[in-house]
């Protein structure tokens, strides 16, 4: 049928007399099975000796003679159609490529936040805080297939390479081989985000697990009315609920306590306890995690506290919503190791769940102590 169509046969049609001219079709022979379609009466159109038959429907009116203003219109809209798509492929291929420029341009602004300018300005620390390693390593891979996509090779490779490069140094950041074995008088210290877990009897039964020492909690969730099931679990520790929402349980006694606020960025307790017979200062810290507001005075005040006692068995654990290459902690470092840094053991991040990039939550301890074994585990 398609064949006989694109003759440039001037056929007449056998009901009407009215002739229409098939070569209209000729540049569209995808319209001629739906025309044989939608045909609604048999009528037959004669060309010299062939003849074209088209099926039969309930209709009395031939529906060919409008056929070649139909194909007219499609035509006329098929041109004016690739017209419009050339106009346009400069301007398409134009976006295209500011699109990708300007993809790159942020990924490049925040290479530059993370690695060299950091949270040291406010300005910045919201950048700083949203693009961890692995979060950066995800944007540059998507960016290197736009790139690929647009067959521009180098640049994609580029991407690719800086995506394996992020995950690598991550790793390496965060996981540690450590393979010290603690000793049996050694100090055994845990410290407990519980995000105000309520489930008192299930919370007490994993904690006991690890025969701590000194356990440290913040966003605690410990009530008044539940004091009777921890101090039934833990019979030898001394149990202190403190001022926001944290607590203490030592295996020793405590001797003194000081509370406060931490430049209005959140909140501290610092709690001078005896365990195994040594004397420890232990300072329990809880900073707001909000990410438009500034953790500098926070810092500065805890870095005051800290020189005042960096000399002693100074014990620093908390969530600092903040992560762990902070310019912040810089002034702590003077006076303090962190616990993973030294004797780590596993993987680090801890926020957020269940896929967690991110080292909020810190253990931190003089120089005088040494951290023989660090590890994060997981509760259910």
């Known amino acids: 049928m398609n064949e006989w169509l694109s003759r440039s046969a001037k056929p007449v049609c056998g009901k009407t007399g009215k002739s229409f001219l098939f070569p209209h079709l000729k540049r569209i022979p995808w319209m001629a099975t739906p025309i044989a379609k939608f045909i609604h009466h048999s009528c037959q159109c004669h060309a010299g000796t062939e003849t074209l038959t088209f099926r039969k429907f309930a209709s009395d009116e031939c529906m060919c003679s409008p056929l070649p203003r139909f194909c007219q219109t499609i035509v006329k809209i098929e041109t004016f159609m690739r017209k419009l798509w050339h106009q346009f492929i400069p301007v398409i291929r134009l976006g295209s490529l500011l699109l990708r420029i300007f993809l790159s341009g942020i990924l490049i602004s925040c290479l530059v936040i993370r690695f060299l300018l950091k949270d040291g300005s406010e300005a910045f620390a919201v950048v700083y805080y949203c693009t961890p390693l692995p979060v950066l390593a995800i944007f540059s891979l998507l960016l290197g297939i736009i790139w690929l996509l647009s067959k521009r090779i180098r640049v994609a490779r580029a991407c690719f390479i800086f995506t394996l490069l992020s995950l690598m140094a991550w790793s390496y950041k965060n996981i540690s081989l450590n393979t010290r074995t603690p000793a049996a008088e050694d100090v055994k210290l845990l410290f407990w985000n519980a995000a105000n877990n309520r489930r008192t009897e299930e919370i007490t039964g994993y904690i006991q697990s690890f025969d701590a020492d000194i356990i440290g909690f913040v966003e605690a969730g410990i009530g008044k009315r539940k004091m009777g099931i921890w101090k039934a679990v833990f019979p030898n520790h001394d149990i202190q609920i403190l001022p926001g929402d ?15 606020a931490l430049g209005r960025r959140g909140r501290y307790n610092l709690i001078k ?3 195994e017979g040594k004397l420890f200062h232990v300072l329990l810290v809880d900073i707001d995690g909000d990410p438009l507001r500034s953790r500098a005075p926070a810092f500065e005040q805890l870095a005051e506290m800290i020189r005042a006692y960096g000399q002693t068995n100074l014990i620093v654990m908390g969530d600092f919503n903040t992560p762990l290459d ?17 004797g780590g053991k596993g993987f680090s991040p801890s926020w957020p769940v269940p896929l967690p990039v991110l080292v909020i939550d810190h253990i931190w301890v003089s120089k005088r102590l040494t951290v023989v074994d660090c590890n994060l585990s997981w509760s259910s």
Not at 247 to 257: M, N, V
Not at 326 to 342: G, Q
């Open 273 to 275: 306890v005896v365990s």
């Open 326 to 342: 902070s310019v912040l902690f810089d002034p702590l470092r003077e006076y303090l190791t962190h616990a993973f840094e030294s």
């Open 246 to 260: 944290m607590a203490l349980l030592t295996r020793g006694g405590i001797i003194s306590k000081e509370s406060g």
